[in-house]
């Protein structure tokens, strides 16, 4: 084939396929919008991530849950506190559906001759240690008590070295010297009654300004600057001092293991821890201490750590 025979054959293909390409359709346009809208199923929950991915097992994180956290109770010694009377408390085997009654520790004077001491309600070895003038770790040895302290009701204690004899109380005749707490504060007389098998008296002249109830666990007398404040009946000093925030200067008596009186907002107090004081004697003198409406005398009178209205008691 000659060279310009080829040349045509390939000019008549070209031509063919042109043709071709000049007869298809355009491809179809659709009409709407650019903008995509997806389909939410709404038959489908969420649910929250498991707890078996969190590995400290933490909460997970809401912003609709307060981040408030509680304030811990205070443990500051209060008269509803048995720590107002300086004794540990003592181990409880209640249940968490009973409600823990308060600890009322028993100051009740012993017999410091005797070689051992029998346990009543109330008792610790703090405060037997005490009554006795031995030391709580002398009375632990000489009864093989544990570091947790624990004594039961009716145990008959040592109080001294074993080989020491027991003193066994006697009536007789003698007359016998008994070495007790001289105390100068003059004892006031007034009005009393006995209830309860103790003999009460008012504890300050003046008026009942506020009664018990409600907030009040006590009654509120008012007076003047400095007036005698005295014991409502027999008793020992259990705590003399101000450490008791609401109270101020404060002396609280313990009159047998049941009652317990309380004297509060004193100016100056007479009396110190340990003290025996007799029914009418002067133990303190009225103030403001810690008071924010003046002048007067905050007493409490508690029945086994509950208080109790004081004028079913004492006769003003």
């Given amino acids: 084939m000659f060279p310009h025979q080829h040349k045509l054959l390939v000019i008549c293909a070209a031509l063919t396929l042109s043709a071709c390409a000049t ?3 355009p491809a179809p346009v659709v009409s709407g919008t650019d903008v995509y809208t997806p389909t939410i199923d709404h038959s489908i ?3 929250p991530p498991s707890t078996d991915s969190n590995p400290y097992g933490a909460p997970q994180y809401d912003p609709n ?3 408030a956290t509680q304030t811990a109770p205070s443990t500051q010694p209060s008269v509803d506190n048995p720590a107002y009377v300086n004794t540990p408390t003592q181990p409880s085997n209640n249940t968490a559906s009973t409600p823990r009654q308060p600890y009322v520790g028993n100051y009740s004077p012993v ?3 005797a070689s051992v001491h029998t346990v009543q309600a109330g008792d610790t070895v703090f405060n037997i240690s005490k009554r006795y003038g031995i030391d709580q770790a002398d009375l632990r040895a000489w009864n093989n008590i544990g570091a947790d302290n624990a004594i039961h009701l009716g145990q008959t204690l040592r109080v001294k070295p074993a080989g020491s004899t027991v003193t066994k109380t006697t009536t007789t005749t003698t007359t016998t010297t008994t070495k007790t707490t ?3 504060n003059p004892i006031m007389s007034g009005a009393s009654q006995t209830v ?3 003999t009460w008296q008012v504890p300050t002249a003046g008026k009942i300004v506020r009664h018990f109830g409600g907030t009040n666990k006590g009654i ?3 007076g003047s600057r400095g007036q005698p404040v005295s014991a409502a009946a027999n008793g020992q000093v259990v705590y003399s001092g101000s450490g008791l925030r609401g109270y101020g200067n404060l002396i609280i008596v313990q009159h047998n293991t049941a009652y317990l009186t309380a004297y509060g907002h004193n100016e100056t107090l007479l009396v110190k821890e340990g003290q025996h004081v007799k029914r009418g004697q002067q133990i303190a003198t009225m103030g403001s201490s810690d008071s924010s409406s003046g002048v007067k005398l905050h007493f409490e009178l508690r029945e086994n750590g509950t208080p109790v209205d004081p004028t079913r008691f004492v006769k003003f």
């Fill in 45 to 47: 929950t969420q649910t």
């Fill in 111 to 113: 017999d410091k001759s």
């Fill in 220 to 222: 509120e007398i008012s």
């Fill in 182 to 184: 001289t105390s100068t």
């Fill in 196 to 198: 309860s098998g103790i």
């Fill in 65 to 67: 849950t307060s981040t």
């Fill in 23 to 25: 007869q298809q359709n």
